[in-house]
């Protein structure tokens, strides 16, 4: 289903109004749009996409208001007119198996509510394209989602675990608390018009390895053995599939074809003139609408063409926006450049500077060196010289002593030879001629 999602059997008028052809009856007339340039853009916007998928061969049967002669089974209305009624079961029966695992193919199913009323996020309803039990038990939600929306994965996980609740015995008869829990496995398969698993917008690769065209999801452990089949998720991902007419060999390669041209087809490709898909095209042909179902499809087409021109104009507007910013991140890298240029110069410019501080420094260093080893001579030679002082003081001194001493010895011996002088009678002028000793001195010997 698409990402905006509405009922079967009530016709959406926020788009414009689809010409009804001459053989149909006049419809309800909807409601204008907000404005008249919007109406326009959205209506070249809504044509170009629908001329790009026409064939642009001259032999293309158009209805004469230049509608494609199918429906597009990638809308909503389209899915569930080929595959959702009770006269199609045979169309979904193999469909499905086409393009679920071997252990997993259907050999009939049931078309169930496909509104899921009950305690879901918000409170709001789960609403599925299609619903279908098997008569095994298995649940097969059954989904075609035509635009990429942001949580679509949880969304999915979401809608299998809200069919698991339903199943579930809350506030009904009582059972036993073993059989409580036993509910039946639940089944989703997705038909994407979009890559799911590749590289987003915005360049986020997501985290599959592989790039495939059916992706098979499920409860698995770490070695990738599956742990329960409670859960099972089939994603088609039609972007993959570019095989053509030509090279159409297996049953799944003619449906995906079937999916992904069928309103651009103006006939039956003779690869599908096979009974299953000529009650297909039969259940897509425009011609077999009643006006009602006719103004339905229209809408349901118009609608959906006129959100994506709404959508792709959003698109537009981030991408020149992006494209602002980038061009923002370029000027500024530029300027970062350009300052990282100038720093790194005067960067380079101090370098240089510091090395000459250094080399200077260590001129310096070497003069104070030798200043240093200079001091240290002069004061190993002052040393020596106030050893050779102290020496000399110390020669003096015992000089002196030497000198004082033989001055008291001979003083001494004066006085003595004096004394004997004297005593011989001398006198004591005579005796200090001799002698050189002071007459006093000598008078007192």
Request: one cysteine or more; aromatic letters at 8%.
């Amino acid at each position: 289903m698409n990402s905006e999602t509405r009922s079967l059997s009530t016709p959406d008028d926020t788009g414009g109004g689809a010409p009804i052809p001459a053989s149909a009856p006049a419809a309800k007339p909807r409601k204008k749009a907000k404005t008249a340039s919007a109406t326009a853009e959205a209506a070249a916007r809504a044509a170009a996409r629908v001329a790009a998928r026409i064939r642009r061969d001259s032999s293309v049967e158009m209805l004469t208001n230049g509608r494609p002669r199918y429906i597009d089974p990638t809308l909503d209305y389209g899915f569930k007119r080929i595959f959702g009624q009770e006269a199609n079961k045979d169309l979904l029966l193999d469909f499905l198996n086409s393009i679920l695992p071997e252990d997993h193919q259907i050999a009939s199913l049931t078309f169930s509510n496909n509104e899921r009323l009950g305690k879901t996020f918000y409170e709001k309803d789960a609403v599925f394209d299609l619903y279908c039990v098997t008569p095994t038990g298995e649940h097969f939600i059954v989904e075609m989602q035509r635009v990429s929306e942001k949580h679509f994965l949880k969304r999915v996980v979401a809608y299998v675990c809200d069919a698991i609740r339903a199943q579930l015995p809350l506030g009904k008869k009582k059972v036993r608390k073993a059989d409580a829990y036993d509910f039946a496995p639940v089944y989703f398969v997705g038909i994407l018009d979009f890559l799911y698993d590749g590289i987003d917008a915005k360049g986020n690769v997501r985290w599959f390895k592989k790039e495939l065209l059916i992706r098979n999801l499920g409860l698995y452990d770490e070695n990738g053995e599956p742990v329960a089949d409670t859960m099972k998720y089939t994603l088609v991902q039609m972007p993959r599939f570019t095989k053509t007419e030509a090279e159409l060999k297996t049953q799944t390669d003619k449906w995906l074809y079937f999916l992904k041209n069928l309103d651009s087809f103006a006939r039956i490709p003779v690869v599908l003139r096979e009974p299953i898909f000529e009650k297909a095209f039969e259940a897509a042909e425009v011609a077999t609408l009643s006006p009602g179902e006719y103004q339905d499809y229209f809408n349901d087409l118009d609608r959906v063409l006129l959100n994506e021109a709404i959508h792709a104009q959003g698109i537009e507007a981030v991408e020149a926006a992006e494209a602002a910013a980038a061009e923002a991140a370029a000027k500024l890298a530029e300027a970062e450049a350009k300052t990282t240029e100038a720093i790194a110069e005067t960067a380079a410019k101090l370098a240089e500077a510091d090395a000459k501080a250094a080399e200077a420094a260590t001129k310096l260093a070497e003069a104070d060196a030798k200043a240093a080893e200079t001091a240290a001579k002069l004061a190993e030679a002052a040393a020596k010289a106030a050893e050779a002082a102290a020496k000399l003081a110390e020669a003096q001194a015992k000089t002196a002593e030497a000198e004082a001493a033989a001055t008291t010895r001979l003083t001494t011996a004066k006085r003595e030879m004096a004394r004997q002088m004297k005593s011989k009678g001398l006198s004591a002028a005579d005796i200090a001629e001799i002698t050189g000793l002071n007459v006093t001195d000598i008078n007192t010997l």
